[in-house]
């Protein structure tokens, strides 16, 4: 499968991981924010380093695949120039983060060892 540009909604549950840096923080911090009152959803702590596989700083969003036709089309007219890894939550880490990832913007490259045995 691999890493695709366009997020399809396939399964029951996501996150959206917010990619951001120093210049960024304050509008990737108001972006979440925004995203979670709209949208009643959970978001995750916004944190100023690497996280987990997480190659930048970042915040992360939850949402269903009931939110996923409202949500991605607003994350993705709103993002303004930020990368944002979109995945499902299956279970599989490794295939979450590869085989059922998506992007908005550029890709980065993940630190995905984490989920190698």
Excluded at 33 to 44: M, P, T
Aim: proline share 4%.
């Amino acid at each position: 499968m691999g890493i695709k540009n366009t997020p399809v909604n396939h399964h029951n549950n996501y996150h959206a991981h917010v990619y951001f840096e120093q210049e960024t923080l304050a509008f990737a911090t108001k972006l979440c924010e925004q995203a979670g009152d709209l949208f009643s959803l959970s978001i995750g702590r916004v944190h100023q380093k690497n996280v987990g596989p997480h190659p930048k700083w970042s915040c992360q969003i939850s949402f269903s695949s009931q939110d996923f036709d409202a949500f991605i089309p607003w994350l993705e007219k709103e993002r303004h120039g930020l990368t944002v890894l979109v995945h499902a939550l299956s279970g599989n880490h490794l295939k979450d983060h590869t085989d059922y990832a998506y992007w908005l913007g550029e890709p980065a490259e993940l630190n995905l060892s984490l989920f190698k045995n």
